[in-house]
Protein backbone atom coordinates (compact mmCIF):
# COMPACT_ATOMS: atom_id res chain seq x y z
CA UNK A 1 0.00 0.00 0.00
CA UNK A 2 1.07 3.33 -0.80
CA UNK A 3 2.34 5.87 1.98
CA UNK A 4 3.78 9.52 2.37
CA UNK A 5 5.94 10.32 5.59
CA UNK A 6 7.11 13.86 6.81
CA UNK A 7 9.56 13.39 9.46
CA UNK A 8 8.69 16.80 10.95
CA UNK A 9 5.56 18.16 12.51
CA UNK A 10 6.72 21.81 12.67
CA UNK A 11 9.78 23.85 10.38
CA UNK A 12 10.72 26.83 11.98
CA UNK A 13 12.62 29.38 9.23
CA UNK A 14 13.93 32.95 9.52
CA UNK A 15 12.75 34.83 6.86
CA UNK A 16 14.88 35.23 3.67
CA UNK A 17 16.57 31.84 4.73
CA UNK A 18 16.17 28.81 2.55
CA UNK A 19 13.99 26.41 3.85
CA UNK A 20 13.41 23.21 3.39
CA UNK A 21 10.18 20.96 4.21
CA UNK A 22 10.68 16.93 3.97
CA UNK A 23 8.52 14.33 2.13
CA UNK A 24 9.31 10.55 1.60
CA UNK A 25 6.65 8.03 -0.09
CA UNK A 26 6.01 4.30 -0.37
CA UNK A 27 4.40 3.36 -3.91
CA UNK A 28 4.42 0.75 -6.59
CA UNK A 29 5.08 1.69 -10.12
CA UNK A 30 6.20 4.94 -10.87
CA UNK A 31 4.60 7.63 -8.34
CA UNK A 32 2.77 10.72 -9.41
CA UNK A 33 3.65 13.21 -6.77
CA UNK A 34 2.22 16.72 -5.34
CA UNK A 35 2.51 19.28 -2.66
CA UNK A 36 -0.36 21.54 -1.07
CA UNK A 37 -0.35 24.31 1.14
CA UNK A 38 -3.28 24.98 3.28
CA UNK A 39 -3.64 28.54 4.50
CA UNK A 40 -5.32 28.71 8.26
CA UNK A 41 -9.61 28.48 7.73
CA UNK A 42 -8.93 27.51 3.80
CA UNK A 43 -8.93 24.24 1.49
CA UNK A 44 -5.75 22.99 0.56
CA UNK A 45 -4.11 24.90 -2.38
CA UNK A 46 -1.84 23.00 -5.28
CA UNK A 47 1.62 24.22 -5.46
CA UNK A 48 3.67 21.76 -7.64
CA UNK A 49 3.50 18.35 -9.00
CA UNK A 50 5.80 15.52 -10.08
CA UNK A 51 4.75 13.33 -12.94
CA UNK A 52 7.87 12.51 -15.02
CA UNK A 53 10.85 14.45 -16.48
CA UNK A 54 12.66 16.38 -15.17
CA UNK A 55 13.78 16.15 -11.64
CA UNK A 56 13.44 19.37 -10.31
CA UNK A 57 10.12 20.57 -10.23
CA UNK A 58 9.54 24.72 -10.53
CA UNK A 59 5.72 25.79 -8.65
CA UNK A 60 3.47 28.38 -7.47
CA UNK A 61 5.24 31.15 -5.27
CA UNK A 62 8.47 30.42 -5.73
CA UNK A 63 8.53 27.10 -4.52
CA UNK A 64 10.51 23.91 -6.23
CA UNK A 65 10.41 20.30 -5.29
CA UNK A 66 12.96 17.76 -5.95
CA UNK A 67 12.10 14.00 -6.35
CA UNK A 68 14.81 11.64 -6.16
CA UNK A 69 13.79 8.54 -6.91
CA UNK A 70 16.65 6.01 -5.17
CA UNK A 71 15.78 7.85 -2.23
CA UNK A 72 11.90 7.96 -2.32
CA UNK A 73 12.00 11.52 -1.77
CA UNK A 74 10.15 14.66 -2.95
CA UNK A 75 11.76 17.87 -0.63
CA UNK A 76 9.84 21.10 -1.02
CA UNK A 77 12.10 24.02 -1.45
CA UNK A 78 12.08 27.66 -1.67
CA UNK A 79 15.78 29.96 -1.82
CA UNK A 80 14.10 32.58 0.48
CA UNK A 81 11.20 32.15 2.92
CA UNK A 82 8.98 34.54 3.56
CA UNK A 83 6.31 35.53 6.28
CA UNK A 84 3.16 34.89 4.28
CA UNK A 85 4.63 31.31 3.39
CA UNK A 86 4.08 30.20 6.81
CA UNK A 87 1.44 27.47 6.52
CA UNK A 88 0.54 23.52 6.94
CA UNK A 89 2.13 21.61 3.94
CA UNK A 90 0.91 18.37 2.70
CA UNK A 91 2.96 16.04 0.47
CA UNK A 92 0.70 13.47 -1.59
CA UNK A 93 1.12 10.70 -3.84
CA UNK A 94 -1.42 9.20 -6.25
CA UNK A 95 -1.93 6.05 -6.67
CA UNK A 96 -2.98 3.86 -9.94
CA UNK A 97 -6.44 3.50 -8.43
CA UNK A 98 -6.80 7.07 -8.88
CA UNK A 99 -6.58 7.81 -5.33
CA UNK A 100 -4.32 10.47 -3.35
CA UNK A 101 -2.90 9.31 -0.32
CA UNK A 102 -2.00 12.29 2.04
CA UNK A 103 1.20 12.90 4.38
CA UNK A 104 0.11 14.19 8.20
CA UNK A 105 1.25 17.65 7.43
CA UNK A 106 4.27 20.00 8.25
CA UNK A 107 3.66 23.00 9.82
CA UNK A 108 5.90 25.57 8.45
CA UNK A 109 6.61 29.16 10.37
CA UNK A 110 8.47 31.24 9.32
CA UNK A 111 10.05 33.74 11.41
CA UNK A 112 10.32 37.66 10.98
CA UNK B 1 -15.30 28.59 -13.30
CA UNK B 2 -16.63 28.31 -9.52
CA UNK B 3 -14.66 25.71 -9.04
CA UNK B 4 -15.59 23.18 -6.17
CA UNK B 5 -18.04 24.31 -3.90
CA UNK B 6 -19.02 23.28 -0.46
CA UNK B 7 -22.21 23.78 1.50
CA UNK B 8 -22.36 25.05 4.49
CA UNK B 9 -19.45 26.43 5.53
CA UNK B 10 -20.26 25.49 9.37
CA UNK B 11 -22.80 22.99 10.92
CA UNK B 12 -23.32 22.62 14.47
CA UNK B 13 -25.87 18.77 14.85
CA UNK B 14 -26.74 16.80 17.85
CA UNK B 15 -25.90 13.17 18.66
CA UNK B 16 -27.95 10.65 16.38
CA UNK B 17 -29.07 13.94 13.92
CA UNK B 18 -28.18 13.33 9.78
CA UNK B 19 -27.59 15.73 7.77
CA UNK B 20 -26.04 16.13 4.04
CA UNK B 21 -22.74 18.28 3.39
CA UNK B 22 -23.45 19.64 -0.59
CA UNK B 23 -20.45 19.38 -3.01
CA UNK B 24 -20.48 20.84 -6.54
CA UNK B 25 -17.79 21.36 -9.18
CA UNK B 26 -18.00 22.68 -12.77
CA UNK B 27 -14.65 21.63 -14.42
CA UNK B 28 -16.31 18.24 -15.57
CA UNK B 29 -14.19 16.14 -13.39
CA UNK B 30 -14.87 12.65 -13.18
CA UNK B 31 -12.61 11.80 -9.97
CA UNK B 32 -14.58 13.40 -6.63
CA UNK B 33 -13.50 12.36 -3.24
CA UNK B 34 -14.47 13.34 0.42
CA UNK B 35 -11.85 13.88 2.98
CA UNK B 36 -11.76 14.54 7.00
CA UNK B 37 -9.24 16.45 8.10
CA UNK B 38 -8.75 16.30 12.17
CA UNK B 39 -5.43 17.38 14.10
CA UNK B 40 -2.42 15.33 13.92
CA UNK B 41 -3.89 13.02 11.13
CA UNK B 42 -3.72 14.88 7.98
CA UNK B 43 -6.44 13.69 5.20
CA UNK B 44 -8.46 10.72 5.41
CA UNK B 45 -10.02 9.45 2.58
CA UNK B 46 -13.36 9.04 3.48
CA UNK B 47 -15.40 7.69 0.35
CA UNK B 48 -14.74 8.75 -3.59
CA UNK B 49 -15.65 8.64 -6.77
CA UNK B 50 -14.61 7.90 -10.41
CA UNK B 51 -17.66 8.86 -12.43
CA UNK B 52 -21.27 9.10 -11.99
CA UNK B 53 -23.08 6.29 -10.51
CA UNK B 54 -19.58 4.81 -9.31
CA UNK B 55 -18.49 5.41 -5.17
CA UNK B 56 -16.19 3.17 -3.26
CA UNK B 57 -15.16 2.84 0.47
CA UNK B 58 -11.84 4.98 1.45
CA UNK B 59 -10.01 4.56 4.77
CA UNK B 60 -12.72 5.78 7.17
CA UNK B 61 -16.51 5.15 5.25
CA UNK B 62 -18.22 3.94 8.72
CA UNK B 63 -21.02 6.67 9.83
CA UNK B 64 -21.11 8.25 5.56
CA UNK B 65 -23.10 7.25 2.73
CA UNK B 66 -22.22 9.21 -0.72
CA UNK B 67 -24.02 8.98 -4.05
CA UNK B 68 -22.97 10.19 -7.23
CA UNK B 69 -25.99 10.92 -9.76
CA UNK B 70 -24.47 13.58 -11.79
CA UNK B 71 -20.59 14.60 -12.58
CA UNK B 72 -20.92 17.79 -10.88
CA UNK B 73 -22.41 16.78 -7.68
CA UNK B 74 -21.22 14.00 -4.50
CA UNK B 75 -23.04 14.60 -1.98
CA UNK B 76 -21.79 13.06 1.82
CA UNK B 77 -24.63 12.17 4.20
CA UNK B 78 -23.66 11.53 7.76
CA UNK B 79 -26.70 8.54 8.99
CA UNK B 80 -26.85 9.04 12.53
CA UNK B 81 -24.09 11.93 14.08
CA UNK B 82 -21.48 10.82 16.85
CA UNK B 83 -19.02 13.81 18.25
CA UNK B 84 -16.11 11.48 16.32
CA UNK B 85 -17.74 12.76 13.83
CA UNK B 86 -16.27 16.30 14.70
CA UNK B 87 -14.20 17.61 12.12
CA UNK B 88 -13.46 19.43 9.02
CA UNK B 89 -14.65 18.19 6.19
CA UNK B 90 -13.57 18.49 2.26
CA UNK B 91 -14.37 17.37 -0.83
CA UNK B 92 -12.20 17.41 -3.77
CA UNK B 93 -11.99 17.15 -7.37
CA UNK B 94 -9.35 16.05 -10.43
CA UNK B 95 -9.05 14.55 -13.86
CA UNK B 96 -8.26 11.06 -14.20
CA UNK B 97 -4.95 9.91 -13.48
CA UNK B 98 -2.60 11.16 -16.62
CA UNK B 99 -4.87 14.14 -17.49
CA UNK B 100 -3.97 16.91 -15.25
CA UNK B 101 -3.84 14.66 -11.80
CA UNK B 102 -3.48 17.80 -9.48
CA UNK B 103 -6.84 17.78 -7.07
CA UNK B 104 -9.10 20.87 -6.47
CA UNK B 105 -10.11 21.20 -2.79
CA UNK B 106 -13.56 23.09 -1.79
CA UNK B 107 -13.40 25.74 1.00
CA UNK B 108 -14.18 23.04 3.49
CA UNK B 109 -17.08 22.56 6.39
CA UNK B 110 -16.63 22.84 10.03
CA UNK B 111 -18.73 20.07 11.13
CA UNK B 112 -19.48 19.77 15.46
CA UNK B 113 -21.24 17.17 16.78
CA UNK B 114 -22.31 17.50 19.95
Known amino acids: AQSVAQPEDQVNVAEGNPLTVKCTYS??????LFWYVQYPNRGLQFLLK??????LVKGSYGFEAEFNKSQTSFHLKKPSALVSDSALYFC??????????FGPGTRLSVLP | NAGVTQTPKFQVLKTGQSMTLQCAQD?????MSWYRQDPGMGLRLIHY???????DQGEVPNGYNVSRSTTEDFPLRLLSAAPSQTSVYFC?????????????FGPGTRLTVL
Open chain 1, 27 to 32: VSGNPY
Open chain 1, 92 to 101: AVRDHGQNFV
Open chain 2, 27 to 31: MNHEY
Open chain 2, 92 to 104: ASSPPRGKGDEQF
Open chain 1, 50 to 55: YITGDN
Open chain 2, 49 to 55: SVGAGIT
